[in-house]
Structure formats: structure tokens, C-alpha cells
């Protein structure tokens, strides 16, 4: 989509981008119902409402998306090139609120981590990534 659309129809468009729910974050369910079943999805009392929380663990999982988080891979570095300062700017402010939100709930004594869209390509490395971040505390991780 360029930058000479009608601006009715840029923010339909923009309506439709889903934030609970995704793709890459059924997918992390998914595997999270296999290895660790009992978890909670998007806790509006926790700092950036997690997208899935085991709350009794204290372990937050967020799924991040690369383009709108910033990541480092390929699509993450990619700039739109129309309007290419605000979005700049709108990552970058995506990734301030990311960090603010990872430092509160570490402040409540809660343990995060981010699973990045890119991540998913390869499974098996994300389930055992999953299974050790959960299993540190002795959470019971069901064995296949």
C-alpha cells in the first residue's frame, strides 16, 4: 500500500491488523498445550498483557511480530518506503513500550520471554526454547 491511498480506506486496512489472536501466536499455543498445558492468554493486569501468562509460575510469554517489533532478522530490518520516517518512528516506539513492559514485570518478579514471528520456522528449537524456559522452576512439562 502506498502513501496515496484514501485515508478511509489506509485506516480500514490498518482496522484489520489483528493484535490477540495471531497466526504465530495460535501456533505458540499450540505447542504450549503439548508441552505445558494451563496457561492464560492476554492478562490485562500485567504489564503488556501478555500474550499467554502461566500466572502461578510468574512466566510471561510474549509472541512478537518482527516487522512491528523491530527484530534484527530480514523482515524486521525492512522500512516500508513510503512515509518511511513514521515508520521508523512507530517501531521504535514499539520497542520503548516493549522494553517498559519486560522491566515491569520483572519488577513484579515475573520472568518473560519473547517469541519472535521468525522463530517459528523452526519448531523443534522453539519447543525446546519453550520447554526451558518453563521447565526452570520445575513446572511439570508433559513428555510426548
Same mark, same amino acid.
Given at each position: 500500500m502506498?502513501?496515496?491511498?484514501? @485515508? ?8 484489520? !491488523? ?5 497466526s504465530?501466536?495460535?501456533? !505458540? ?7 505445558? @498445558?494451563?496457561? =492464560? ?5 500485567? @504489564? ?5 501468562a502461566?500466572?502461578? =509460575? ?13 527484530? +534484527? ?22 520497542? +520503548?513500550?516493549?522494553? =517498559? ?37 520445575g513446572? =511439570?512439562? !508433559?513428555?510426548?
Amino acid at each position: 500500500m502506498s502513501g496515496r491511498e484514501d @485515508p478511509a480506506l489506509r485506516s480500514a486496512v490498518m482496522r484489520a !491488523v489483528k493484535s490477540r489472536n495471531t497466526s504465530p501466536e495460535m501456533k !505458540v499455543r499450540a505447542l504450549l498445550r503439548a508441552i505445558a @498445558p494451563g496457561y =492464560r492468554v492476554h492478562r490485562a493486569e500485567l @504489564p503488556g498483557k501478555p500474550d499467554i501468562a502461566y500466572v502461578g =509460575r510468574k512466566r510471561a510469554i510474549f509472541v512478537h511480530g518482527c516487522f512491528w517489533h523491530g527484530h +534484527d532478522c530480514a523482515r524486521g530490518a525492512r522500512v516500508p518506503k513510503a512515509n518511511a520516517a513514521y515508520w521508523r518512528a512507530k517501531i521504535d516506539r514499539n520497542r +520503548d513500550r516493549d522494553g =517498559r513492559n519486560l522491566e515491569s514485570l520483572q519488577a513484579l518478579g515475573w520472568r518473560a520471554m519473547v517469541v519472535w514471528e521468525c522463530e517459528l520456522k523452526d519448531e523443534a528449537a522453539l519447543r525446546a526454547r519453550l520447554a526451558a524456559f518453563l521447565d526452570d522452576q520445575g513446572m =511439570r512439562i !508433559v513428555n510426548e
